[in-house]
């Protein structure tokens, strides 16, 4: 019998070949991919090749600290934590030496109280390793905790429990010379090592010397094995970090609080655009005292404007600067301060000028009109008496540094001292109609307070390379030629003094004669132009000044822009009680003694009886603040070297957690904030001035998670 032989061809060895054949040439592809591709998969392949065993990481340079002219701390680095667990068991190489939470239970009891967070939370966290999680971050308690917090965690020795470090700016007196300080912030930004947290100065101090603030950056790579260990006798490449400059300003801490007090009492009295108070150092053009009101804290950064009115803000100056005028004239030798004019009202072209009051003071000799601030009498002595011409003026003024930067080391404008028409020579020779910055009005009354010879201005002292203990820059004093001469000095001091003191001086409200201060000075109003045109009713008032009157050591500047109620009140109260306070604070006044503020150096309370420090304290004139009911203390606030004066708070943190709520009544928003702080509470402040109320009554237990509200009003 035939068998029936299948003619039917078999396909499959063809099908396996072709897809075996495909997917050589597949592979032959991307073979040739890589190798001419620099990148595969937006990766650098040989990048990749020459780092995957390789271990590399950023040594941080430390930014460098700003401090006062008394080495007290006004800006400097912080550092917090993040509490991270690392939950997969392969982290562990060695049983014995677990590197991953082995007992979630064991480790959620013994954070819970640390972090202030329940047991359940914690186990919930702790337990996303069983959902594939490798590690998991322990918050909210576990975030942003202090140094004390961590020290707390690690004596736990917790298999499994890290931190992540992270720094940034702190201002411990924060809202204090904040636009001389300026503030810095930390920003995201790529780099070739990834995603990475940098602190850039974005204002004053911080912003303009952020390159020498921030160091330099140093690495540390090595092979690495599979564990990630370093694999012995392979080279390490170590560049170390070269840390920030610390930069020493002028700023005098003591001299600083004195204005800032005053700052707060305005704010809560008045309403104003701005107010602005500067002291300078007399002799040394250093300035001591420089704030602004708005202002604003640099630890939460809440502006309402960029620019620092010292420097950055251009204003017309008016009345203070007669001074200029009449030590023009003086200078030039045509002054003669007994020729009389008719005050009140003079007509220049097709306009006329008038005095403040609208009406003069009859005919006065040229004398009283400074001390009475006479408008007429400058207009007169530029073009009609003519001691002077625009020409004399435009170079006086430019001597004495207006229209020019003056060099201080912050950012700053220049100014504008332009005049060519009549009424225009005649207003600036009373402030109107050119532009000038209050620092430049501190260098030019510098004149008369340095015998004849202008300072220039500087607010840092010095600035110290840390890394070689070097100092890489140190401010002198910087004194012109003398540009006028001791008889113009005497003369116009004489002058200055009867605006202040003399009965009936334009300036009688500054007197300071009933705290045994001879200050002097002159008076200023100047309308203000906005939109086109002068505003009605709507001034800057300002007063320079300086004492004592023989020999100055100290010039101040304070201007208010559209204040009310009462625009004289608010300038002269702050400058009095600045005065005052100076003059007490350097027994500049022998009478001044039996009143004299003084000053401690703090020292170190750390690990010292609770009990002891409060009463010694108590002794020096210093509030103490105890913070938690331990028997002794932990930390403190302001550190060890710090100068505080008689009546300041010296925060003791102490080695309890039972935080109790204090009686606030009356303290400042920096105060509030420093006790808050401290203990990691939740906290709303609203208003501005001094707490009059809080929604915690004092000797409450405080609840960190729970919100306290501040409020805070003017305390008169």
Known sequence: MQKNISTKEWNVPKTLFGVFFFCLIFLFLVYVYISISPKVLGIDIQKFALTRNKYYTVLKAKRGTIYDNANNTLALNVYSYTVIAYLSPTRTVNPEKPAHVVDIAYTAKALAP????????????????????????????????????????????????????????????????????????????????????????????????????????????????????????????RVDALDGYDIHLTIDSGIQRFI????????????????????????????????????????????????????????????????????????????????????????VGDTYIEDWNN??????????????????????????????????LKECLTKFGFGSPTGIELSEVAGKVDFYYPVEIATAGFGQGIYVTPIQILQAYSIISNNGKMLKPHIIDKIVDPNENKIIYQSDVDESETLISMDTVEKIKSLMYDVVNSKGGSGGGYSALSYGVDLIGKTGTAEIFENGRYLSHQYIRSFAGMFPKENPRYIIYAAVKKVSPDANTVL?????????N???????????????????????YLNRDTAFVSNELKTLGIVPVLIGDGNYIINQLP??????????????????????????????????????????????????????????????????????????????
Not at 309 to 328: D, F, H, Q, R, W
Not at 360 to 379: A, E, F, L, R
Not at 572 to 580: A, D, H, P
Not at 701 to 714: A, P, R, S, W, Y
């Open 114 to 237: 640390i972090l202030n967070m329940t047991e359940a939370d914690l186990t919930n966290l702790l337990s996303l390793g069983k959902e594939g999680r490798y590690q998991v971050e322990l918050g909210p308690g576990g975030r942003n905790i202090t140094e004390l917090k961590k020290e707390e965690i690690e004596k736990l020795n917790l298999p499994g429990i890290d931190f992540v470090e992270s720094s940034k700016r702190f201002y411990p007196n924060g809202d204090f010379a904040s636009y001389i300080i300026g503030y810095a912030k930390t920003n995201e930004r790529e780099t070739e090592n990834g995603i990475e947290k940098i602190i850039d100065g974005e204002l004053g101090i911080e912003y303009k010397y952020n390159d020498m603030l921030k160091g330099t950056d140093g690495s540390l790579s090595y092979q690495q094995d599979a564990n990630g260990y370093q694999i012995p006798e392979t080279k390490e490449e």
């Open 582 to 604: 100076i003059a007490k604070y350097f027994n500049i006044y022998d009478n001044s003694k039996e009143t004299a503020i003084k000053s401690y150096n703090v020292s170190n």
């Open 639 to 716: 550190k060890a070297n710090t100068t505080v004066l008689a009546g300041e708070k010296i925060f003791l943190m102490t080695n309890s957690s039972n935080y109790t709520m204090p009686n606030m009544k009356g303290w400042s928003r920096k105060d509030v904030m420093t006790y808050l702080d401290a203990i990691g509470a939740n906290y709303v402040i609203e208003g501005q001035g001094f707490v009059t109320k809080q929604s915690l009554s004092a000797s409450s237990k405080i609840d960190t998670m729970e919100q306290i509200v501040i409020t805070l009003n003017d305390k008169y």
């Open 359 to 392: 009406r003069g003071w009859g005919v006065i000799d040229y004398d009283y009109g400074y001390v009475q601030s006479s408008n007429v009498g400058i207009t007169n002595m530029l073009l009609i008496d003519k001691f002077i011409d625009a020409d004399d």
């Open 572 to 580: 002269t109260t702050s400058v009095k009680k600045i005065v005052s």
């Open 260 to 347: 800032e007090e005053v700052m707060d009492e305005a704010e809560s009295k008045y309403k104003y655009e701005w107010l602005q108070i500067h002291v300078m150092d007399a002799k040394t053009g250093r300035i001591v005292g420089s704030a602004s009101s708005p202002s604003f804290d640099p630890n939460i950064r809440n502006l309402t404007n960029y620019e620092n009115n010292l420097t950055s803000i251009l204003i017309e100056p008016g009345s203070v600067m007669k001074t200029m005028t009449y030590l023009c004239a003086m200078e030039k030798g045509t002054y003669d301060g007994t020729k009389t004019y008719k005050s009140g009202r003079i007509t």
